[in-house]
């Protein structure tokens, strides 16, 4: 009998001059029967390498096996000569003695086959030939939990024989097989030679039930089928959010679950998520006494910037996971009766990006606070200049300098924030345009901003009378209700109290109702250079930052320059193609011919209103240092231009 073995190994190139096999004990190919004192020995089976076509042993060692890191209790030998003699008269397999002493123990041999050079690409190629792997996979991620956990795990309909060797499907009409129904019940079962049997007491993970309720979600009343068709078009979701727990395991067995679906026409798309954001744990600030132990916070003292214990032993801190027993917890309940919803909602959408930790410190609240009270600043002048004017037809006169610089505010502020939350997911990013945006609308200088250069004074009563004006605060309430739903929906009701410059920005409805807000179609949009590398193993190591990355595995954005979008959307990809390598991404192709770097294939993306990419990919083994030089080397001739712009504008 033929069985394929689960290896995971971090460099398939070496794998392929493996000799021998080493398991740890508890291995389900292990004998369980084995008493420690007989270990290591060698199983009556071989495993074939797939690459070399070498038959290889295969050893299994105590769990206490010094060797090298085993992934899921397996590993190959090192890839060198087996046994070697060094300084110290010890015998090695490759850097490893343990495996040494296996090497001559079990007499192992080298097959002069195993020598043969190979690359990556070749050893993928074989491998996916014959069906049994050369694919990226996790080192340690397994098939889910089946436990006896029946109290909430989900029941395998499966009916077991008195003496529990057979084991036959519950009958369709007895499906589904629910709480309630325990295990080890004598029930009927007329497919056992017995006429009666057993239910299976073994249950799956609670996994296996939520890696499909997705689809529910879209048919949730059908009783004929999972997701009817129709409904099932509407796949896949956009967007998945969830824990480090759910976007490593949770969403692993949902995908599984998805592509059995689709193989059985259920639904049409394999790939059940478009979209991952996974949230970093929530970290409270921990105090650890000079001999290691955790202090409640309740008895740490602060002394200005330090901390200490009641008795003046000195204090280190820390944000570590929150735990009763390292006294770091926080009560959200109490949080949320002294700071509100919107304010802790706020402070976890601003302390971190996605994927990173969040460090939870109340003193974070002081400078979102101040925001807030500025953002409502803003409203109530926009509703008292606008009482102040009832009367709309003798408006103020508004100046078109001003108008214009709004505008371009407008649309950038727009733009960066719908691009942070639509398409970057950065909603911590997003929030810093909204506040950026805010200060756009106070009494005083703008400040700078890069791509915006807007820079005037606006005075309280053009918020009562411009435009524009009236547009951005329009578009500042109803963007930060992502963040502060509840204040938004207050502001928004003082805005309606009054009668606006311009109808249209101020529909009558909740704020739920309101159009996101869009730009205007002769504004600017990014547009943006990905270089794309081959896949796989890199000189470079990790790719580098670069100027403006736009970037998956493997891609390094390489600049963005602000184009009218008028002018961009509407190319074909080949003038989108010429359109770059001609004028604004010129530079960049130019140092590309002179490293010899040969662009393969073109692709681009267009997302309107928001960015249009091109994307180039490199022919051969190109090291992401080398474009990193080149991004510096522009870099820096970009702002010596720059700065020479501004001597020359001040003379």
């Given at each position: 009998m033929e069985e394929l073995l689960d290896l995971r190994v971090a460099d398939p190139v070496n794998a392929a001059r493996a000799t021998f096999i080493v398991l740890r004990q508890g291995h389900p190919l292990s004998d369980p029967a084995r008493a420690a004192d007989v270990l290591p020995y060698r199983l009556g089976v071989s495993a074939l390498n797939g690459v070399s076509g070498v038959w290889m042993p295969i050893i299994v060692v105590p769990e206490e096996y010094d060797g090298p890191v085993m992934h899921l209790n397996a590993r190959y030998a090192p890839p060198s000569l087996l046994t070697t003699e060094a300084d110290d008269g010890e015998l090695r397999c490759g850097d490893s003695v343990a495996d040494g002493l296996l090497v001559e123990q079990f007499k192992i041999k080298q097959d002069p086959r195993v020598l043969m050079p190979v690359n990556l690409s070749e050893v993928q190629e074989i491998a996916r030939f014959g069906n049994y792997g050369g694919y990226m996979t996790s080192r340690t991620l397994q098939d889910w939990v089946v436990s006896r956990?029946?109290?909430?795990?989900?029941?395998?309909?499966?009916?077991?024989?008195?003496?529990?060797k057979t084991a036959v499907p519950l009958s369709d009409d007895k499906l589904p097989l629910?709480?309630?129904?325990?295990?080890?019940?004598?029930?009927?079962?007329?497919?056992?030679?017995?006429?009666?049997?057993?239910?299976?007491?073994?249950?799956?993970?609670?996994?296996?039930?939520?890696?499909?309720?997705?689809?529910?979600?879209?048919?949730?009343?059908?009783?004929?089928?999972?997701?009817?068709?129709e409904a099932a078009e509407k796949m896949p979701v956009d967007i998945y959010v969830g824990g480090i727990e759910h976007a490593a395991v949770h969403m692993f067995f949902a995908r599984f679950l998805s592509y059995f679906l689709c193989d059985i026409g259920v639904t049409h798309e394999p790939e059940p998520f478009r979209d991952l954001i996974p949230q970093g744990i929530v970290r409270g600030k921990t105090f650890l006494d000079p001999d290691g132990r955790y202090v409640q916070r309740s008895e740490a003292v602060a002394k200005g910037n330090v901390f200490e214990t009641r008795d003046g032993r000195p204090l280190s801190v820390a944000y570590e996971k929150m735990s009763k027993s390292k006294g770091n917890g926080v009560d959200p309940l109490e949080v949320l009766d002294k700071?509100?919803?919107?304010?802790?909602?706020?402070?976890?959408?601003?302390?971190?990006?996605?994927?990173?930790?969040?460090?939870?410190?109340?003193?974070?609240?002081?400078?979102?606070?101040?925001?807030?009270?500025?953002?409502?600043?803003v409203v109530s002048t926009y509703v008292e200049q606008r009482k102040r004017l009832a009367d709309i037809s003798k408006e103020t006169s508004v100046d078109a300098r001003s108008e214009e610089k709004l505008r371009e505010n407008y649309n950038f502020f727009v733009r960066n924030t719908s691009m942070c939350l639509e398409v970057l997911n950065l909603h911590n990013t997003a929030l810093a345009r909204l506040q950026g945006f805010t200060n756009a609308l106070r009494v005083g200088s703008f400040p700078f901003v890069r791509f915006a250069f807007v820079v005037l004074k606006l005075e309280p009563a053009v918020l009562g009378s411009s435009p524009e004006a009236e547009r951005c605060v329009y578009a500042l309430v109803t963007m930060m209700q992502v963040f502060t739903p509840y204040l938004a929906a207050e502001l928004w009701a003082a805005l309606q109290s009054v009668p606006a410059v311009r109808a249209a920005v101020s529909p009558s409805c909740l704020l739920t109702g309101v159009p996101w807000p869009q730009v205007d179609p002769d504004c600017e949009i990014d547009f943006i250079l990905v270089t794309r590398l081959p896949e796989g193993p890199s000189k470079g190591g990790k790719v580098p930052p670069t100027l403006s990355c736009l970037a998956q595995v493997n891609d390094i954005g390489c600049g963005r320059v602000p184009v009218p979008r008028q002018q961009i959307e509407h190319l074909s990809v080949q003038e989108l193609i010429e359109r770059a390598m001609s004028q604004e991404h010129k530079d960049i192709f130019e140092k590309f011919e002179e490293k010899g770097f040969t662009c393969e294939s073109f692709s681009t993306s267009i997302r309107e209103g928001?960015?249009?990419t091109v994307n180039v990919s490199l022919r051969g083994e190109v090291d992401p240092r080398e474009i990193s030089l080149i991004l510096n080397e522009l870099q820096r001739k970009w702002r010596t231009s720059k700065a020479k712009k501004r001597v020359e504008a001040e003379q």
């Open positions: 956990q029946r109290a909430w795990g989900t029941p395998i309909p499966m009916v077991l024989s008195a003496d529990g629910l709480q309630g129904q325990e295990a080890g019940t004598r029930v009927a079962c007329d497919r056992l030679d017995a006429g009666e049997g057993s239910y299976e007491a073994d249950t799956l993970d609670t996994f296996f039930d939520s890696a499909w309720y997705y689809l529910r979600y879209l048919d949730p009343g059908n009783q004929e089928a999972v997701i009817s068709r700071v509100g919803v919107d304010m802790a909602r706020l402070q976890l959408l601003d302390s971190a990006a996605p994927r990173q930790a969040i460090n939870w410190e109340e003193s974070d609240l002081k400078g979102l606070k101040k925001w807030l009270d500025r953002v409502a600043w928001f960015h249009v």
